[in-house]
């Protein structure tokens, strides 16, 4: 956990518009969301009376944060489009596929290449999210890391 107990976040929930997936999916998002409550640093602009809920749901290709305090008090919300990720979470899974095929017949050292491009498009989407956030959300590369994550897995169809 942060330094800072007020600058986390304390529950994710996605809402129905992000839809149900297969049973294999949903296992992915809340692998996801635990990994991003278990270590995160996270903090709206102007705001410090943490830690907060995020709430996800996606209107009209758009991913939409509302975030409460952590007793349910509006604290703000904030729409991303997803359109800067569309080409980022297309490599990210297209490499992921290599990588899980080369684990399967490559030599240690493809597999590590490949390993080593997938946590570079990885990281250009956790950077990405960070810059799209900017003024906003206070978040940490790490954090940004594991809400990258959440928001491929929820690209993901299974």
Same mark, same amino acid.
């Given at each position: 956990m942060t330094a800072d107990a007020t600058k986390r976040l304390c529950d994710v929930v996605l809402d129905e518009t992000i839809?149900? @997936?297969?049973p294999d999916v949903e296992h992915e998002r809340a692998? @996801? !969301?635990f990994d991003l409550l &278990?270590?995160?640093?996270? @903090?709206?602009?102007?705001?410090?009376?943490?830690?907060?809920?995020? @709430?996800?749901?996606?209107?009209?290709?758009k991913l939409v944060f509302s975030i409460t305090g952590e007793k349910g008090e509006p604290v703000a919300t904030h729409i991303l489009s997803l359109t800067p990720f569309r080409r980022i979470?297309?490599?990210?899974?297209?490499?992921? &596929?290599?990588?899980?095929?080369? !684990?399967?017949?490559?030599?240690?050292?493809q597999i590590e290449a490949i390993d080593m491009g997938r946590r570079g498009v990885h990281n250009e989407g956790s950077q990405t999210l960070k810059d799209r956030l900017e003024g906003k959300i206070d978040i940490d590369f790490d954090t940004a890391r594991r809400l990258f994550t959440l928001v491929c897995v929820l690209h993901w169809r299974g």
């Open positions: 839809g149900r @997936a297969t692998v @996801a !969301i &278990e270590e995160n640093s996270f @903090a709206p602009v102007g705001h410090d009376k943490g830690p907060y809920k995020l @709430a996800l749901s996606l209107v009209d290709s979470v297309k490599d990210y899974f297209m490499i992921c &596929e290599s990588y899980y095929e080369a !684990i399967r017949s490559s030599s240690p050292s």
